[in-house]
């Protein structure tokens, strides 16, 4: 069965301290990964899509990262600002909608 | 002014009751989508549009239903409300070339 896992759930850190998300996925065929953050209140915001292993996106203090079975967000030097769930989602190659939705990580930069 | 609208931004309505929930958006987009989000869920897909001509059910469809009047506006109802269809639900649109979402600001229902 085709998921997305997202790991830790929630993640408290400290203005600062660096730290990484984590986004493992089961597809047949990927065709995209993309990053989402989502504020209180508010619809997902985009922030990156990854095609291939290997492949690295960078804006300001976020980067993510992929690999065949799971995609790195790793957050340095977070500000509370950086406060926010981030989300995670996977489109297969089999169809031309599906897109797959993990549950998030609710992250908590305290200052 | 936001590329994709939604109204409203809130409800509040009784079991049994018919409710439709609006977006519009201004990116040009073809393809729309009506999600909803649950605690510990995730969002999940409930239907979509690849054009005015073309509606498919997304893995949720049942209780729902939706109208694409044109290419900026996709409505979402429930036919007959229940408690569990209580939720926040995201309108999005996407570029195919792209296939970014891009996602309204979410209506938050309550069914009682």
């Known amino acids: 069965e085709d998921q997305v896992t997202q790991s830790p759930e929630a993640l408290r850190l400290q203005e600062g301290e660096s730290s990484s998300l984590n986004c493992s996925y089961t597809?047949?065929?990927?065709?995209?990964l993309f990053w989402y953050r989502q504020d209180p209140g508010k619809g997902p915001e985009f922030l990156f899509t990854?095609?291939?292993a290997g492949e690295e996106k960078e804006k300001e203090r976020l980067k993510a990262t992929l690999t065949k079975k799971e995609s790195f967000l790793h957050i340095t030097a977070p500000k509370p600002e950086d406060s926010a769930t981030y989300l995670c989602?996977?489109?297969?190659?089999?169809?031309?909608?599906?897109?797959?939705f993990g549950t998030g990580t609710r992250l908590k930069v305290l200052a | 002014d936001a590329d994709v609208t939604q109204t409203p931004r809130n409800r509040i309505t009784k079991t049994g009751k018919r409710i439709m929930l609006e977006c519009s958006q201004t990116?040009?987009?073809?393809?729309m989508y009506w999600y909803r989000q649950d605690p510990g869920l995730g969002l999940r897909l409930i239907y979509y549009?690849?054009?005015?001509?073309?509606?498919n059910k997304g893995e949720i469809s049942d209780g729902y239903s939706v109208s694409r009047q044109a290419q900026a506006k996709f409505s979402l109802s429930l036919e007959s409300a229940i408690p569990n269809q209580t939720a926040l639900y995201f309108c999005?649109?996407?570029?195919?070339?792209?296939?970014?979402?891009?996602f309204g600001p979410g209506t938050r229902l309550t069914v009682l």
């Open positions: 999005a649109t996407s570029d195919p070339r792209l296939d970014t979402q891009y």
């Open positions: 597809v047949s065929g990927l065709r995209g």
């Open positions: 990854l095609y291939s």
């Open positions: 989602a996977v489109q297969e190659t089999s169809g031309t909608y599906k897109y797959i």
């Open positions: 990116k040009g987009h073809d393809r």
């Open positions: 549009s690849f054009d005015v001509k073309d509606i």
